[in-house]
């Protein structure tokens, strides 16, 4: 609902997605899973959000990473994504609050009778 109103980019609701998708292996699955898993660590690498730590520069591959190295490299961008959308939709939240008119309430109070 968020991307169809405008307050989040295609790339942070795909992100978003992307999250739900890593949240859901890892609840619905019968097998113990980590981010050693193939599967979990491609999705990781389709994540947008995290790469503002790159400051416009190209990221560098691994080529000779290990599979450790791998698996810390998708819960690190896994664990920054998360962390810097969570920010980004609370600071657009603040922001909507913010350029409110100030005769408009978010949550108008309910009159109880007496």
């Known amino acids: 609902m968020a991307y169809c109103l405008g307050l989040i980019t295609k790339d942070h609701y795909q992100d978003l997605c992307a999250i739900a998708a890593i949240r859901n292996r890892f609840a619905h699955s019968h097998l113990q899973l980590d981010f050693l898993d193939l599967g979990i660590r491609a999705t990781c690498d ?55 008119p100030s005769n408009i309430r978010l949550n108008p109070p309910v009159n109880l009778p007496r």
Do not use: M, Y
């Open 46 to 100: 389709e994540l947008h959000e995290w790469r503002i730590v790159l400051a416009g520069e190209d990221e560098v591959p691994l080529t000779s990473a290990t599979e450790t190295e791998l698996a810390a490299r998708a819960r690190n961008q896994f664990k920054l994504t998360v962390a810097f959308l969570a920010n980004r939709l609370l600071l657009t939240t603040l922001g909507l609050r913010a350029t409110e």
